[in-house]
T-cell receptor
Framework: GAGVSQSPSNKVTEKGKDVELRCDPI?????LYWYRQSLGQGLEFLIY????????KSGLPSDRFSAERTGGSVSTLTIQRTQQEDSAVYLC????????????????FGPGTRLTVL | SQKIEQNSEALNIQEGKTATLTCNYT??????LQWYRQDPGRGPVFLLL?????KEKRKERLKVTFDTTLKQSLFHITASQPADSATYLCALPNTGGFKTIFGAGTRLFVKA
């Protein structure tokens, strides 16, 4: 597609339920990032993929959060046993690559998934 | 630890004036710095990247400076327009360059 797409655009769930958020990056982009943004706050890094592997999972808030990427393309962020503090906008971005000092690091963001945990 | 600071207070300016936003960082020496624009309800959009060996970068009405001694970047919008109203984020790679750290952003309001 022309840009990064995310689904669903909005998700309302009950506390304790599991949710899956999907990201479809720009074709050919090897790097994929997940961020979380709470209302009025900056972007909080969650996880980064290079291809199918995740060399940096340092931002995942707890073991309830996991992510995978298959075929070097689509990625899924899963939140198990959701809590109210998980409510936020989850943003996905992709870039051509991720090597220090390179303009390959320009990130293209999707529109986000707004998650509300009741 | 690596830290990025942007002015959390909103910047209000009159149309036609130059807006100047500041990004300060501490505890590391990034190879480059990026600026993004974010509109309400949307993901950030890349604007400019400036490398550590570049003092200044321009793109249309935008100008970015990068002072590695002061550990500061300034982002200027000349001849500002109401359509420039948005939140502007600076972003830097962490040590190792595999992750991007974003500042909290500065909200700009341009009044007609």
């Amino acid at each position: 597609g022309a840009g990064v797409s995310q689904s669903p655009s909005n998700k309302v769930t009950e506390k304790g339920k599991d949710v899956e958020l999907r990201c479809d990056p720009i074709s050919g982009h090897t790097a994929l990032y997940w961020y979380r943004q709470s209302l009025g706050q900056g972007l909080e890094f969650l996880i980064y993929f290079q291809g199918n592997s995740a060399p940096d999972k340092s931002g995942l808030p707890s073991d309830r959060f996991s992510a995978e990427r298959t075929g070097g393309s689509v990625s899924t962020l899963t939140i198990q046993r959701t809590q109210q503090e998980d409510s936020a906008v989850y943003l996905c971005a992709s870039s051509l690559g991720s090597s220090g000092g390179s303009s390959y690091n320009e990130q293209f963001f999707g529109p986000g998934t707004r998650l509300t945990v009741l | 630890s690596q830290k990025i600071e942007q002015n959390s207070e909103a910047l209000n300016i009159q149309e036609g004036k130059t807006a100047t936003l500041t990004c300060n960082y501490t505890n590391y020496s990034p190879a480059y710095l990026q600026w993004y624009r974010q509109d309400p309800g949307r993901g950030p959009v890349f604007l400019l990247l400036i490398r550590e060996n570049e003092k200044e970068k321009r793109k249309e009405r935008l100008k970015v400076t990068f002072d590695t001694t002061l550990k500061q970047s300034l982002f200027h919008i000349t001849a500002s327009q109401p359509a420039d109203s948005a939140t502007y984020l600076c972003a830097l790679p962490n040590t190792g360059g595999f992750k991007t750290i974003f500042g909290a952003g500065t909200r700009l309001f341009v009044k007609a």
